[in-house]
């Protein structure tokens, strides 16, 4: 019924209870969940899930929050975790400059090089852009050329830019994802950008255990909340929420490859 494109289900802080959360998504009727990695470390336990759920799959990448860990060894790294038929995608990868929690010139650096994985290995990326986006954009033009296909190139995750940055992704080939962002009161642009984007061309994530969507929010987020940010676009474009659920489960199928 639904998909969430982008969830961090593996990550410590469902430790206690990552069964539990999983039974209520399923029972919610999501029918599948990316879980997404932000350093080796972390890429391996996405793998670890996707590997013991059919309905799980991974993408490997490191965050650009954690970019200035990137050495000579992480590459062959994610490469060899890229090999497994469970990674669908190479990411979270992109620049933060909200955070800026590694230098500005290291997330380049190791933006490029995922780019250059992806190209490699003909994955699809995942990206993580956050004031940053004009940059990313001509980022993507130097790194990746004009883009001139059918395959979609990958996806522009939490997408919190304008209208007009958001069909500048969806023109070079990347879907855009919507986190419960969407969902506040407070948020013009991002619910402009939710406007804007090509139906065929859109998705929507919890990036569980952030951003939970009303009426959830300020509470830890989980995938079964990912209906309430697709109820939310639906609202927004004045469409039914089946249209959202229908549009978003093949826009995801189709970037990341999944069978079915
Ligand atoms: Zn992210
Ligand atoms: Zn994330």
Redesign the pocket.
């Known amino acids: 019924m639904i998909i969430d494109a ?3 289900v593996s990550s410590e802080k469902f430790a206690q209870d990552r069964a539990d959360v999983l039974v209520r998504a399923w029972a919610a009727g999501v029918e599948a969940i990316v879980d ?1 990695g ?1 350093s080796v470390e972390s890429s391996e336990a996405s793998l670890r899930l996707a590997e013991a759920d059919p309905r799980i799959w991974a993408a490997v990448g490191v ?1 650009p929050h954690d970019a200035k860990d990137w050495d000579d060894a992480t590459r062959p790294a994610l490469e060899a975790l890229a090999a497994s038929p469970r990674v669908v995608a190479i990411g ?1 990868t992109g620049l933060d400059f909200h955070y800026d929690l590694s230098p500005r010139d290291v997330q380049r650096a190791v933006f490029r090089a995922h780019l250059r994985l992806a190209r490699d290995l003909g994955k699809p990326l ?1 990206l ?1 852009v956050r004031e940053a986006y004009d940059e990313a954009l001509a980022t993507l033009d130097e790194a990746l050329g004009a883009w001139a296909g059918d395959a979609p190139r990958g996806v522009s ?2 997408f919190t830019g304008t209208a007009e940055q958001a069909l500048g992704f969806v023109r070079r080939g990347f879907y855009v994802s919507f986190t419960g962002v969407v969902t506040f009161k407070n948020a013009a642009q991002v619910q402009a950008a939710a406007r804007a984007v090509p139906l065929d061309a859109l998705m929507v ?1 919890t ?1 569980c255990p ?1 951003m939970a969507p009303v009426p959830h929010r300020g509470r830890r987020c989980e995938p079964a909340f990912v209906l309430d940010t697709a109820r939310g676009v639906a609202r927004l474009r004045g469409v039914e929420d089946e249209e959202v659920f229908r549009a978003t489960v093949a826009a995801t199928r189709r970037v990341f490859q999944l069978p079915g």
Do not use: S
């Open positions: 982008h969830a961090h997404v932000c965050h979270e995942v993580h995750h939490c994530e990036d952030y």
